[in-house]
């Protein structure tokens, strides 16, 4: 980050959409199962400048807890869900550090970015090769050069770097992906949203955000987090696969 990023860098504003996020938690604390999210989780939060990943016109608006364009009809997730996400990735079980986390649906970068603030080893995936491309100079540019990005169909995993402790998928799947749960180490999780495109408003939405646990003995638990309404994952373009 150059020096007058730095000097502009916002501390307040996250400050205080970090508190927005903690009281977003405590409201639905019935759906998380806890109170409150890992510390290491709202430490990482606190460290990326969010309104480096928003377009220009949106910089305004980049430390309310709300999701925003980004353009090609995509969206950069709401930032409480991206804690949520991070949590129930993460959370609990020693955060980041040595950690391999693999997240589908690069977008802005700003979820990669945040787990690579947990300390872990992020390799991201983005289906647009426009988003791709600029996403990947984006976190380059803001020192986080360190998370491995491609462009490709996120839903085939990324079998090179796998298995992974944990996979975030950061749009809608209307069925599990099979390669995803593959490329889970025993103990890991996974954490996909499930439902139809209906890209309704959150708590009148049908799709759920889910957790997948892979146990030591390789058996699989499901369970469900929250009501979600996320954009849906897609096919990209042939050529580009
Ligand atoms: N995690 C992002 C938010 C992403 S929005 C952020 O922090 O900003 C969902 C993203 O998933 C979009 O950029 C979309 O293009 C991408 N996407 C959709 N289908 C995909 C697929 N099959 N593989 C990889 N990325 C996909």
Redesign the pocket.
Known sequence: MSDEDKADDRAGERREMLRLIESEAAETAHWLGKQRLDPAVMEALARVPRHA?VPRREAAQAYCNE?LP?G??????QPYI?AVMTDQALGGSGVGPGCRVL????????????LAETGAEVW?????PE?AAE?AERLETLGYGGIHCR??????GWPEAAPFDAI????AATAIPPALVDQLKPGGRLIIPLGPPDGAVRFTSTQRLLRVDKAENGGLSERVILPVA???????PAEDR
Do not use: K, N, R
């Not at 975030?168 to 749009?171: G, Q, S, Y």
């Not at 996320?230 to 990209?236: M, R, S």
């Open positions: 990943f999701p980004i090609l009809g995509q969206t950069i997730s991206v997240e589908v649906g690069t977008g802005s970068g700003y979820q990669a970015a945040v991201t995936i983005e289906a647009l988003l996403v462009q490709g169909d996120g839903a085939a975030l998928v950061t749009a996320f954009v849906p994952l897609v096919t990209p």
